[in-house]
Each structure stands twice: as structure tokens, then as C-alpha cells.
């Protein structure tokens, strides 16, 4: 049995910023500089999985970039801007990848890589040969049958003593039943599904339907306190701990307009609808280099625009939350509309790097990855 | 309620059904004039691939197109999507062929014409005779029997 079935939510420890939810800025955000990086004609400019590697070998820092067209991982020079090697996974055979949804590279010779199509994680070499094989996700319960969401700065992969922890969305509602995690040991094979969803989509006045995006979390690693952030869609709170206790210490972490998400009054709405009618909290990254998280906010927005057409996601109103290294909040800034594409977000020693592949950007450019680098600033103010 | 009152009420919306129908299906026949010529043609079929929906349905229409289109002067094509670049590569050597067209301003999304899944359209004259949507359930024989 795993500890946290063990765990009572009595066990949770509340932070003291509970009550506060009137907030004086001190810190910002703030365009310090762009960064790009060139691509091919048969890579899309927008991507659900990037992230950023660091070779000790070469002491060399790479962009690693998921082109699902093609099936493969690539590496850009993070300084030179181009593509300095790829690996390439077939679609069929002993080493196949059928659909590529997120990896994480070790080093060159060790990349996981996580294929949703056959419910796999396996381990490459550098020649896109499969040195393990993990199946993933076998059996009838309700959380056996959870999507396996891959690894990205925003959904973080932990590997600790063996074990390599897997978000995992149950698929079958009531979702909060299930356990969001699966922890797959790595000499074994064998798994389990471990942790669980906060108490704040069983309040008994809310009816949340299949349509619902609040089983979608995010998750951030800070190894200095060796602690994972978690943040739920619905829940007004992060929450601390291990993906085996999840639940370990919370803070509020609300934004200034909305408390947390509801679900919509109208059942019939798409999925896609659902999103765009709800508030929520959709993505959250520890920054190393300067002690802070930044939590998205999603602002709920009319299903149709002025002229009648209709909004999409990527149309939602973002803002940025910023709390200081005790979650206290210290900043909420919103981004300007239809420059920035939000799935695609990373921190590095130059700031928080966000992808402006939104649509309707009209300086959007084809050829090219790009990223608006924002660095957090103390409001004058506040010097 | 009496007896004739209910039926009255149920004509009635029937009628009103009938002609909500048809005014929709004159947008959409309008929405796909802007793209394709058809009027010429006595019949014609227009599949409208939403290219960022359901990805099982997306690859489905695209291997189809990529069979048939050749072959079926009558068919037509349009990939729905703001990203032009991946709907090419998506399409691969699909997107080099005269009878497809890409709705880069995604006017049959915002128009509510599609959703996720991809619509085929029969017309005659110009005038859509039939329209159905090809879930992942549908698609593959709706598209080989036709």
C-alpha cells in the first residue's frame, strides 16, 4: 500500500498565507531579450514537448525539441540557434515509437521516451535502438485505463532510487478518484498508480462532468528543498510534497480575479468550450536561478468573439503569478493577447522563456521557434 | 393539451426544424462556394478535414485523400487549420494535388460548419444535398464506401 492511502487530509498542513487574497505587487515581469532558433520545412513551429539539456560531456546546452511529424527528437544549439542532431524513431518493428509524446534525455545514449499510442516508456540509446521496455497501464481499474502524460518543463519527470514518476490522467470520471501519479520501477517493471487528487473537486455542490479539464495538474521539481510543486487545475492551492504524498503542505496561490475553477453551468458544452468557459490554473515552473515559481492562470472567456466567430483556447486571457520561495505571492501580471502560445514555456538563467507561436501573432514566422525571455523585476516601488 | 393541439405543435416544429436545417446548410454551401467551384459540376463531394481535432479521424482523411483523390475529379478537399506549415506536412504529397484547398482563417471553425471531427459534404448544383460528420466510428467506412 502505497503512503498515501495511508494519509488523512487532517495530515495536510495548511501554509498562514491561507486568508490573504488582497495583494500589493512587488514584482513583475518583463521582456529582457528573444531568443530563436531555426527550423527546417518539415518542422512545425509549435511543439507540446521541448525542453532544455545540458551535456557535461560537451558542457554544452541544447534546446531538445519534439517534432511529432517526423517522430523524432532534436537538438539545437542553445547559443548557435540551429539543429545540431536529431534522433529518429521508426514506426514500426522492435524499436518503434508510434506516437512520440514527450521523452527525457539523460545523456545522449539514454533517452526516455514515453509512446502513447502503445502505452509504453522505454529507454533509447543515441542510435534510436530500445535498450527497456516499460508496459505501462494494463488492467481494468479505473486508473488503468489513464492517459500517461509525457514529460515537459511543466510536467516534470522525477527518477529517485530506481523509480520514474509518471503523471498519469484517469480517464474515467469521477477522475478525483484515481491517482494521478504512476511510479514504474525500473529493474522490475513493475508499477503502480500512487497519490491522489486534492479534496477540492468532491465538494458534493459541484457536478463536474466527463468534459472536465480539472484532472489535468501541473508539477515542478525544486531540488534544492528536493520537493515537488503541484498544481491542479480547479485548486486555488499548490500543494508540496512527493508524487507518493502529494499532499504534504499547501499555499494559496489564487489569482487576483478568480478564487479557483467551477464547473460550467451548461453540460453539453465540448470539452474545448468547457476550457474556455472556466477560470483555471494551468501550468507551474520552479525557477532555480532566482528562487521563484511562476504559476498560469486561465481566464475564462466568451465562447464567441465580437464578430461571431469563435474563440479558441490559445484566446484566453493569461496571467502569471509570481510567489517568492515561501509561495507568497509577490506579483500577477497578465500577457498581452495573440503573441504567446502558453504550452510551450521554460526557465532558464536568462528568465522564463515563453513561445510566441500564438495563431494570430502577426509577426509569426514559419521557419523559425521563437521565445519572448522574461525576467522577473522588483517594482520601484518596492527597491 | 389536447390531441390536435400536440400534433399541431409537433408539425410545427418539425417545419421549423426543416427550415433551420436548410438555412444552415445554405451557409454552408456559401462557406464552401468562397473555396471551390461545384456549380459546373452536377455532383460533387467536399471533405473538410479539421486538421488540429481528433488526430485518429485527421489521419485517416489524409490517407484517403492521398489514395483517392487522383482518381475522383468529383472530390474535393479542404484542411482546416491556422497552421499552414504542419497542415503541408501533415498532408505530405496530399498537399502538392489542385483539389486541395487550405482554410488557413479557419472559416469553417469559426462559422461552427466543423468541430473536431471531419464533415463530408454531398452537393449537387452547388446546393448541399447531404452533409455528415465522420467520427472515429464512421470515417473509414463512410470515406471507402463511397
Known amino acids: 500500500m502505497s503512503c498515501l492511502q495511508q494519509h488523512k487530509e487532517s495530515d495536510v498542513s495548511v501554509s498562514e498565507n491561507e486568508e490573504s487574497h488582497v495583494f500589493a505587487d512587488i514584482m513583475t515581469l518583463k521582456v529582457k531579450t528573444t531568443k530563436k532558433f531555426a527550423i527546417d520545412q518539415s518542422t512545425s513551429y509549435q511543439t507540446l514537448f521541448l525542453n532544455v539539456y545540458y551535456d557535461n560531456k560537451e558542457k554544452k546546452r541544447y534546446l531538445t525539441y519534439q517534432d511529432g511529424e517526423g517522430n523524432c527528437i532534436q537538438f539545437y544549439g542553445f547559443d548557435s540557434e540551429v539543429l545540431e542532431r536529431k534522433i529518429c524513431f521508426s514506426k514500426q518493428g522492435p524499436n518503434s515509437v508510434r506516437k512520440l509524446t514527450g521523452y527525457k534525455v539523460i545523456n545522449f545514449d539514454s533517452i526516455y521516451v514515453i509512446d502513447k499510442s502503445s502505452k509504453t516508456l522505454a529507454l533509447f540509446n543515441g542510435q534510436g535502438v530500445k535498450k527497456e521496455n516499460y508496459r505501462l497501464l494494463l488492467g481494468s481499474e479505473t486508473n488503468q485505463t489513464s492517459t500517461a502524460w509525457a514529460f515537459s518543463p511543466t510536467s516534470f519527470l522525477l527518477i529517485e532510487n530506481d523509480s520514474i514518476y509518471l503523471p498519469a490522467h484517469p480517464n474515467r470520471s469521477p477522475y478525483y478518484l484515481g491517482s494521478p501519479f504512476v511510479a514504474v520501477d525500473l529493474k522490475s517493471g513493475n508499477y503502480e498508480y500512487i497519490g491522489k487528487y486534492t479534496d477540492y473537486y468532491s465538494d458534493p455542490n459541484d457536478e463536474w462532468n466527463e468534459n472536465i479539464f480539472g484532472g489535468f495538474f501541473s508539477h515542478s521539481y525544486n531540488s534544492k528543498t528536493k520537493n515537488m510543486i503541484f498544481s491542479f487545475q480547479g485548486d486555488p492551492y499548490i500543494y508540496t510534497g512527493h508524487p507518493r504524498n502529494p499532499l504534504r503542505q499547501k499555499f494559496l496561490a489564487r489569482s487576483e480575479k478568480f478564487y479557483g475553477a467551477k464547473p460550467p453551468a451548461n453540460k453539453a458544452l465540448s470539452s474545448a468550450e468547457h476550457f474556455l468557459s472556466i477560470d483555471s490554473y494551468v501550468y507551474i515552473l520552479y525557477d532555480s536561478y532566482r528562487d521563484l515559481y511562476y504559476r498560469v492562470a486561465s481566464h475564462s472567456t466568451d465562447l464567441l468573439k465580437t464578430d461571431l466567430t469563435k474563440n479558441k483556447s490559445e484566446d484566453k486571457i493569461m496571467s502569471i503569478i509570481i510567489l517568492d520561495a515561501s509561495f507568497e505571492k509577490v506579483g500577477e501580471v497578465y500577457l498581452p493577447p495573440n503573441r504567446y502560445f502558453f504550452r510551450t514555456m521554460f526557465v532558464e538563467k536568462e528568465g522564463l522563456y515563453i513561445s510566441t507561436a500564438h495563431y494570430a501573432n502577426p509577426n509569426l514566422k514559419e521557419d523559425y521557434i521563437e521565445f519572448d525571455v522574461f525576467e522577473p523585476q522588483t517594482l520601484l516601488n518596492h527597491e | ?146
Open chain 2, 1 to 146: 393539451m389536447n390531441k390536435s393541439l400536440c400534433y399541431k405543435l409537433l408539425a410545427l416544429s418539425l417545419l421549423l426544424m426543416f427550415f433551420s436545417c436548410k438555412k444552415e446548410l445554405k451557409i454552408d454551401a456559401s462557406i464552401i462556394s468562397s473555396f471551390i467551384n461545384c456549380k459546373h459540376e452536377d455532383k460533387c463531394y467536399v471533405l473538410i478535414v479539421p486538421m488540429d481535432g481528433c488526430s485518429g479521424c485527421r489521419s485517416l482523411a489524409i490517407k484517403y485523400i492521398n489514395d483517392s483523390t487522383a482518381m475522383k475529379p468529383s472530390f474535393h478537399y479542404i484542411a482546416s487549420t491556422h497552421n499552414t506549415k504542419l497542415a503541408k506536412i501533415r498532408l505530405g504529397y496530399a498537399a502538392s494535388k489542385i483539389n486541395i484547398k487550405i482554410d488557413s482563417n479557419e472559416l469553417f471553425f469559426n462559422k461552427g460548419v466543423i468541430g473536431k471531427y471531419p464533415v463530408l459534404y454531398q452537393l449537387e448544383n452547388g446546393n448541399v444535398l447531404d452533409k455528415k460528420v465522420l467520427d472515429a466510428s464512421i470515417i473509414q467506412e463512410e470515406l471507402y464506401t463511397l
